[in-house]
């Protein structure tokens, strides 16, 4: 895909499922990065909200995820970063953060991908795992 790549949103689980173990969010940021790949070489834009709320979440002294700092930026920057993606990839496992994300990505009529095949000029990659 050379024209028109779309700023996609890879949306996934960051605390669900892990007790706010910091190894395990790390994990989950990784997983969702492992698709930021495929999607740039088919000509898109990814974009993973982590990238954008992890280091404002320390800039603004967050001491524990969840604590008033947290909550201050991290779904805010997410749902900003909505208003100029063209698409939302939905990943992972359970996630009510990433759930949101699709519905507001919907509500704003975005496209809404479930798989990476979906995306345009991507339909022969392979999920990563």
């Not at 395990?24 to 088919?42: D, G, H, I």
Request: aromatic content about 6%; glycine content about 10%; overall charge neutral.
């Amino acid at each position: 895909m050379n024209q028109a790549g779309l700023m996609i949103l890879v949306a996934g689980p960051y605390r669900s499922g892990t007790g706010d173990d910091p190894e395990k969010m790390a994990a989950n940021v990784r997983e969702m990065e492992a698709y930021a790949l495929p999607l740039f070489r088919a000509g898109h834009v990814p974009v993973v909200g982590e990238w954008f709320a992890l280091p404002l979440v320390a800039l603004a002294g967050s001491r524990r995820v969840g604590d008033a700092a947290f909550e201050e930026i991290f779904h805010p920057i997410a749902e900003r970063l909505l208003e100029r993606c063209d698409a939302v990839l939905r990943v992972g496992g359970p996630s009510r953060g990433a759930d949101l994300m699709v519905r507001m990505g919907a509500a704003r009529g975005l496209r809404i991908f479930r798989r990476l095949s979906e995306v345009p000029g991507c339909s022969h990659a392979t999920e990563p795992s």
